[in-house]
């Protein structure tokens, strides 16, 4: 996750709130591609998650109004993302697989073709490890390893404690560590 000024993110929301269009694409532009892996991640869907992606903007748009102050601006559009990405799961209970498309993430310079099967195989490992855990776990995980939020950050983002959120983490963390002692692949906490 892009870090940027807080003060900065309020200026913008700001002129979301009176109208201007640009605060929002701005907001955007900074934030979209963290929500999108986000929500990716947790949907397992490439396409319903830039569908929920853009859906968190609109909603930005709408209720920008609503934004209390209590979180930072980051928090609150992971809030919005969580939440969308929650109902959409609930709205489209298809099947208990999912399609697990990876993000497209660049080849490292000079990595050759080997290396990038392996590399490849191993993010759909992962991928399908998260997708056996709890939405509640896979969110607090996702957020604390992949986009580095802090722990109060996440209980913020999430609306539980800062103690749930270690719990979340260490089970999710125990759940991958189990799954994969089973031979299926190898689990670093980096990962």
């Not at 892009?2 to 201007?20: A, I, K, N």
């Not at 963290?34 to 990716?40: E, K, M, Q, T, W």
């Not at 939020?149 to 089970?171: C, D, H, N, Q, W």
Request: proline share 2%; charged share 30%; net charge neutral.
């Amino acid at each position: 996750m892009e870090m940027t000024s807080g003060s900065d993110d309020l200026t913008l929301l700001e002129r979301v709130r009176r109208g201007d269009t640009g605060g929002a694409a701005e907001l955007f532009e900074r934030y979209a591609p963290s929500l999108l892996r986000f929500a990716d991640r947790m949907l397992s869907d490439r396409a319903t998650a830039e569908e929920v992606t853009q859906e968190v903007f609109v909603k930005v748009i709408s209720r920008a109004h609503q934004y209390d102050g209590r979180a930072g601006v980051a928090s609150w559009l992971f809030a919005i993302a969580a939440n969308a990405c929650r109902d959409r799961r609930r709205r489209d209970r298809r099947a208990a697989v999912v399609p697990l498309e990876a993000v497209a993430e660049p080849r490292a310079h000079g990595e050759g073709i080997e290396a990038s099967l392996v590399s490849s195989e191993r993010r759909r490992a992962v991928r399908e490890a998260l997708a056996r855990l709890s939405e509640e776990q896979r969110e607090a995980l996702v957020l604390a390893r992949y986009h580095g939020m802090p722990y109060a950050e996440i209980a913020e983002t999430l609306g539980i404690s800062v103690g749930a959120v270690k719990t979340r983490i260490f089970r999710a963390v125990e759940t991958l560590k189990a799954h994969f002692a089973e031979g299926e692949g190898t689990w670093t906490a980096a990962t």
